[in-house]
């Protein structure tokens, strides 16, 4: 008999306790985030795949198509292509290919380049059917993007 009322009252009393834990948090402020619809930002040393920065002149890149990003990388994953320009001395940036698949965000490419024309994108919530989905055209996605 008082073994069944110690059940009774250690289980009333876990009871009192959770709903003080849950009294306690409800008059707090609220920590999540309604995801996807609400997205927190990153922290500034996040590293999504990279992403070319933009000219604030010109508003395209930034690139020279000197091509040591490509040569930094030791995952071999990025494809730099660039084209001469009728009139221009240089060549000027036509396709900026990475294969994320391979990427190991080591950021050799970022230190390596002179121009200041690749960076590490906020991206972490990437999605995919296939391997090809994350074969990206930098030079495309920066045309597409906005900022
Ligand atoms: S972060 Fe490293 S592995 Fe990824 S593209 Fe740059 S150099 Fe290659
Ligand atoms: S190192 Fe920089 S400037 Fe040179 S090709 Fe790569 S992104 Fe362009």
Redesign the pocket.
């Known amino acids: 008999m008082i073994g069944y009322l110690k059940e009774i009252f250690s289980g009333t009393w876990s009871l009192f306790v959770g709903l003080g834990i849950t009294i306690k948090y409800f008059f707090k402020p609220v920590v999540t985030v309604q995801y996807p619809r609400e997205v927190l930002p990153m922290t500034p040393r996040f590293r999504g795949h990279?992403e070319l920065t933009r000219d604030p002149e010109t508003g395209g890149d930034k690139c020279i198509v000197c091509g040591m990003?490509q040569k930094?990388?030791?995952?071999n994953?990025?494809t730099v292509v660039g084209d001469k320009v009728e009139g221009a001395k240089k060549k000027a940036l036509s396709r900026y290919i990475?294969d994320f698949t391979?990427?190991?965000?080591?950021?050799?490419?970022?230190e390596s380049c002179p121009a200041d024309a690749i960076t590490f994108s906020k991206d972490y919530n990437l999605a995919g059917p296939s391997r090809e989905a994350y074969i990206f055209d930098l030079k495309k996605r920066l045309e597409e993007r906005k900022g």
């Open positions: 990279i990003c930094a990388c030791p995952s994953c990025i990475l391979k990427c190991s965000l080591c950021g050799l490419c970022v």
